[in-house]
């Protein structure tokens, strides 16, 4: 029996999770499934519920759940060995005082990138210029930490053409898509903050891009995220560096929602395919 907590995926049995934790009957549902489809949107206890009940959940949130934030896709980046921008991590203020002399002594020259552990699709991510710009976002980061919401890291500032390179991870599916910055004053390239997409991806930096995302993946059991890579300008070979993972991601540039779902069932059958189960019954 396959079973969907996905709202726009239509199953033998359906159920909803949403505003709530999982209970008894939830856990006698999933037991009782040979499949179980969950949201983008799933709680860490539905999943970990699914994947004690169940031995085939998709999208797998392994990695999602035991890195989490910001400061986890920093740790799994170095326990796979990626590349990645130089890094350090605060767990809270009292850390980073204690590491920097009070913030005398930040370990990467300005600009520098400052990304709070919590956030994506560019909100909560700084490019620092100076020790004026750090002071005023240190007084937030207290303020923030008090109501309960804390981590930081202090990241090596990469120039990098003021793109980014998005990689949509569906399945077996790899979209990959920059999202340019066309204003020299702006710093992020996401589409929310003026970022353009061109899905004119050069052949090298398509098949590095790749290559560096099956790694992860692989590695790491991802098969649905949108993951963002950067090439630095300043080097001789085609190698990017990951930035972050978004397990909620945006649409746009894969056409829109309705392409996304197309895509997303899609995905799902293909899953049922590989675990040696009829997609019969499924529909979207």
Known sequence: MILSYH???????????????PDEADLQLLKAADAVVLPQGCSRQLYEMARSACPNVWPSYDARFSHPGKLGQIRLFRELGLAHPESELYPDMKAFQERTCNGKNLPFDFPLVLKLDWGGEGDCVFRIDDEAAFRAVAANLQIWEKSGQAGFLLQRYIPCRNRTLRVAVIQDQRILYWRRQIDPDKFHANLDKGGLIDPEVEGDIRNAAREAI?????????????????????????TPL????????????LGGSEVYYRLLIGAVRSWLGSIGMSDAALCH
Do not use: H, M, W
């Not at 359906?14 to 505003?19: F, H, Q, V």
């Not at 099956?214 to 300008?233: T, V």
């Open 214 to 238: 099956d790694s992860l993946c692989q590695s790491a059991g991802i098969n649905l995220a949108g993951i963002d890579l950067i090439f630095p300008e300043e080097q001789a070979q085609t």
């Open 242 to 253: 990951f930035l972050e993972i978004n397990y909620f991601f945006g649409r746009k540039g």
């Open 7 to 21: 709202p726009c995926i239509v199953a033998e049995r359906n159920a909803l999770c949403a505003g709530r934790l």
